[in-house]
T-cell receptor, first 112, second 114 residues
C-alpha cells in the first residue's frame, strides 16, 4: 500500500534563508507525487506535482522538488523564505485512481 | 479562489441535529471528493464521485451521507454525529479521479459537534 511520511512536523526558518521540507514515500507502482500548501482558514492549494516526467519539478512561489527514486524521497525546497510562506505543507502520493495519501503535514514558521 | 466553494464555513450542531454541507465547483470537472481533516491527523478521504456516481466510500460511518445530484454539486448530509466528528471537512474536485490529476480544494467547513 502506498504511504507518505513527512519527516518534520514543524520547521522554523528565518526570512531570506533556504527552506527544506522533507518527504519520503512508499509505493509499489510508479507514483505521482504532489505538494500542497494550506494557509490558515483556507483550503489546500497545489504547489507542484511530479508525474513521471522531469525529476526536478518547479512550482509556484519559487518552490521546487526533486523526485529521487533511489531514496524514495520528494523533498520540497525554496532558496529564500518569505514571510508569506508560513503555512502548513502536505506531501501527497498517488499510485492508483481514487486514492491520494496525504502526509501528516509540516508547519513552516518564518521568523523576521 | 480555486473555483470550489463550500457552505457554510462554520457549523456548530448538537448530536441529535441534522445538517448538510454543500460544495460547488465552477471548473467543469467530473470528479468530486469529500475529505476529513482532524487535528494532528493526515487528511482522510471519505467519498469520491465521478460523473455523479460514487466510486469510493472509505469505510465512512452511515451517519455521513453524501449526495451528488450533478457534476457541479456535492452535499454531505449529517445526522446523529459524535463529538469526535468535529473537524474541517474539505471538498475537492478534479477533471478525472486519476493518479496524475490535480485536485482543487475548497476552503472547508469547520464543524463542531457538541
Amino acid at each position: 500500500a502506498q504511504s507518505v511520511t513527512q519527516l518534520d512536523s514543524h520547521v522554523s526558518v528565518s526570512e531570506g534563508t533556504p527552506v527544506l521540507l522533507r518527504c519520503n514515500y512508499s509505493s509499489s507502482y510508479s507514483p505521482s507525487l504532489f505538494w500542497y500548501v494550506q494557509h490558515p482558514n483556507k483550503g489546500l492549494q497545489l504547489l507542484l506535482k511530479y508525474t513521471s516526467a522531469a525529476t526536478l519539478v518547479k512550482g509556484i512561489n519559487g518552490f521546487e522538488a526533486e523526485f529521487k527514486k533511489s531514496e524514495t524521497s520528494f523533498h520540497l525546497t525554496k532558496p529564500s523564505a518569505h514571510m508569506s510562506d508560513a503555512a502548513e505543507y502536505f506531501c501527497v502520493v498517488s499510485d492508483r485512481n481514487n486514492d491520494m495519501r496525504f502526509g501528516a503535514g509540516t508547519r513552516l514558521t518564518v521568523k523576521p | 479562489e480555486t473555483g470550489v466553494t463550500q457552505t457554510p464555513r462554520h457549523l456548530v450542531m448538537g448530536m441529535t441535529n441534522k445538517k448538510s454541507l454543500k460544495c460547488e465547483q465552477h471548473l467543469g470537472h467530473n470528479a468530486m471528493y469529500w475529505y476529513k481533516q482532524s487535528a494532528k491527523k493526515p487528511l482522510e478521504l471519505m467519498f469520491v464521485y465521478n460523473f455523479k456516481e460514487q466510486t469510493e466510500n472509505n469505510s465512512v460511518p452511515s451517519r455521513f451521507s453524501p449526495e451528488c445530484p450533478n457534476s457541479s454539486h456535492l452535499f454531505l448530509h449529517l445526522h446523529t454525529l459524535q463529538p469526535e466528528d468535529s473537524a474541517l471537512y474539505l471538498c475537492a474536485s478534479s477533471q478525472d479521479p486519476t493518479v496524475t490529476d490535480t485536485q482543487y480544494f475548497g476552503p472547508g467547513t469547520r464543524l463542531t459537534v457538541l
